[in-house]
């Protein structure tokens, strides 16, 4: 193959790329990944943090241009799920992988042929919107009697260290398992 043959092929999957660009899945998907941090570009892409995606479209988009958005689509489903319409039973692998991801499991499925240790890492990963917490720092509601002394005495406990309730029994329980344990 000679070099103006593959100038030509180079400038035919350019002119495709450009066009790919302007589709509105691609725009979408690639705006709201933007917008919360997951993604980084170096082309403008208007930034849409409140926009709900078709689950389908955002695989469209990470199968024909950017392939990046395919490894952090079960993080951003697990962490935005609001933000994307999944109808259940067309898309089993990937509720099974947002499932693992959620229990937090070092072991999983791949997705369309990435490795779960890449996927799983975005579960975990700082985001810029703040708001939207990593997959540790869910809190589970649990909900226990406590005797009123004893409540008046955690309260105390939770002043003096200028800390909430939450923070001081949590910390307390580690502090105790920790001296269990050693």
């Known amino acids: 193959?000679?070099?103006d043959d593959a100038i030509k092929k180079i400038r035919k999957k350019a002119k495709a790329d450009k066009r790919k660009r302007r589709d509105p899945r691609f725009l979408d998907t690639m705006g709201l990944l933007v917008a919360k941090g997951f993604l980084?570009?170096?082309y403008d892409i208007l930034p849409k943090p409140n926009i709900r995606i078709n689950i389908d479209d955002a695989i469209w988009a990470g199968k024909n241009f950017e392939p990046r958005i395919l490894e952090?689509?079960?993080a951003a489903v697990v962490r935005l799920k609001r933000h994307f319409l999944i109808v259940e039973n067309e898309?089993?692998?990937l509720l099974d992988l947002v499932g693992q991801l959620k229990k937090r499991e070092k072991r999983g499925n791949d997705f369309f042929g990435i490795e779960?240790?890449?996927l799983r890492r975005w579960a975990e990963a700082p985001l810029l919107d703040k708001r939207v917490k990593a997959i540790s720092e869910y809190k589970i509601v649990k909900t226990f009697r406590l005797n009123p002394e004893l409540l008046d005495e955690l309260k105390k406990f939770a002043t003096k260290n200028n800390v909430s309730e939450t923070e001081a029994l949590e910390g307390l329980v580690k502090s105790f398992l920790y001296k269990k344990a050693v």
């Open 116 to 118: 779960y240790r890449k």
């Open 72 to 74: 952090v689509l079960p």
């Open 1 to 3: 193959m000679n070099t």
């Open 40 to 42: 980084a570009t170096n």
């Open 91 to 93: 898309h089993e692998d």
